[in-house]
């Protein structure tokens, strides 16, 4: 029973919360922590970016355009979105496209 009892925490935890999420997952999948950057002058851009994430999710902006420089995790954040996404609504129907050489 106990051993139910926290899986059920820790799935509550990572649906609720997308860094959660993205953290648990990434160390579950590459071994390795996430580091979330942390500048002097501002708030960091995964924070930013997942809050934004977030919000689309639930609806309240349409539509997101992400604008970062390469190698700032876009499009590793952004497949985790996805993921987290379909782990709340495993019918749900995803485009997830990117432009690249």
Known sequence: MKIDLEKEDLRSKLQGSFIEY???????IT??????????????????LSRELTRV??????????????????????????SWGMSKYPDSNNIYISYSA
């Open 57 to 82: 999710f639930n609806g309240e902006i349409d539509s997101l355009l992400i604008n970062l420089p390469p190698g700032y995790f876009k499009s590793t954040i952004l497949s985790y979105w996805v």
């Open 22 to 28: 993205l953290k648990f997952f990434f160390l579950y």
């Open 31 to 48: 071994g390795r922590e996430f580091i979330i950057p942390k500048p002097t002058s501002r708030e960091s851009h995964v924070i930013t």
